[in-house]
């Protein structure tokens, strides 16, 4: 473990390939750890499918991983592919911050040291239980018939009824602004099962877009697995729901525990706070994309936020060979 990396680049995500295409291109030697199988299925990237939000990305299937993929392929053959040390199908176990360095073991368990750290490991969205298992949303997320992100997906909800899962006043605002943006045929909120935790604002607003909130429990979602075409939900005490689409507004799982494990402070729901640059409390340790706390969860901001972030430090090391050069003239 004796030689020391300039850069490590820690996720495979929008922001992880955005920062190592910039460190890569800076001329700045980077490892790259994309992550393993098990944290590529749960993240966002994996589920990012039509991206309709961002120019040029509707001929992809795979929003994020295809071009993501080319890229990487590019850079991997491309005129600094000496810079470049992607660890395929790896993630990282743990870090450490030492004096200069931070001490990285990837999934295999083998150390490297890095003077600065890009993390970029992203969040996931909760997922509704049915029957004490999340197994049942998936085939509708896979379809995008079941959405989680309202800048991106907003907008399939045009002209259908439509249900949103939650209890919170975030999920009652998601409701109101989709109304107030494409007044839908109908509108219903399940807690399944939750107690609704709606300001007074909210439910009035509700009441006045005739938006209904039910608090029995989904027992079953109605449509066919395959196509992914849904009808509705079936609620406790036989409630049928009519749906086209559903939106799941159930808050996020923050992966910030290899933040956390080096000291860097989080904000009250986990996101990891930083400067402007994307630079947390612990010197050299950089955050980029969803992870970031006071940042849109966009693949756009991901890629601008992994940016400053890599700048940041390209500026830094040519400052300190600036001034090496100096003290030698
Ligand atoms: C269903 C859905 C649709 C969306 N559609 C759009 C859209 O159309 N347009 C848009 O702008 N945004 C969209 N978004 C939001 C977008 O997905 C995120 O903003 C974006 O992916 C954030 O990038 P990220 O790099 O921070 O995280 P991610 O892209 O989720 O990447 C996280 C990465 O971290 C890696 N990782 C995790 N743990 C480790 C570890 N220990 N070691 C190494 N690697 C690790 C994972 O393997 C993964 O590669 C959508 C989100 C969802 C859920």
Request: with cysteine; hydrophobic share 35%; net charge neutral.
């Amino acid at each position: 473990m004796s030689k020391k990396y300039p850069i490590c680049v820690i996720g495979g995500g929008s922001a992880g390939v955005m920062a190592v295409l910039r460190t890569v291109l800076n001329n700045d030697e980077t490892l790259f750890f994309p992550g393993t199988k098990r944290d590529r299925k749960r993240s966002r990237e994996k589920w990012v499918k039509k991206v309709e939000n961002m120019p040029g990305h509707l001929e992809y299937t795979r929003g994020i991983q295809e071009p993501n993929l080319e890229s990487l392929n590019w850079l991997e053959q491309g005129v600094f592919k000496e810079k470049f040390h992607w660890k395929k199908d790896l993630g990282v176990n743990s870090l450490e911050k030492h004096q200069d360095y931070f001490e990285v073991t990837d999934s295999e368990g083998q150390t490297y040291k890095c003077e600065s750290v890009i993390l970029c490991t992203g969040v996931t969205d909760v997922q509704p239980h049915i029957q004490e298992s999340i197994r049942d949303i998936l085939p509708f997320a896979n379809k995008q018939t079941a959405d989680y992100c309202l800048r991106c997906d907003g907008h399939h909800v045009y002209g259908k009824e439509l249900a949103i899962i939650g209890e919170s006043n975030s999920t009652a605002w998601v409701a109101i602004m989709l109304y107030e943006r494409y007044k839908n045929p109908s509108i219903n909120i399940i807690t399944n099962g939750k107690k609704s935790e709606f300001s007074e604002e909210t439910r009035k607003l509700l009441k006045a877009y005739k938006i209904e909130t039910h608090e029995e429990e989904i027992m079953q979602i109605l449509g066919d697995v395959r196509s992914g075409s849904l009808d509705g939900f079936v609620l406790a005490e036989g409630k049928n729901i009519s749906a086209e689409i559903c939106f799941i507004s159930l808050g996020m799982i923050v992966y910030n525990e290899l933040a956390i494990a080096v000291g860097a402070e989080v904000d009250q729901r986990g996101f990891v706070l930083t400067n402007s640059k994307g630079e947390t409390n612990v010197k050299g340790l950089y955050i980029a994309g969803d992870l970031r706390a006071n940042l849109k969860k966009q693949i756009y901001t991901a890629w601008d936020s992994a940016v400053d972030a890599a700048d940041d430090i390209n500026a830094k090391i040519r400052r300190e060979n600036r001034k090496k050069v100096l003290e030698l003239n």
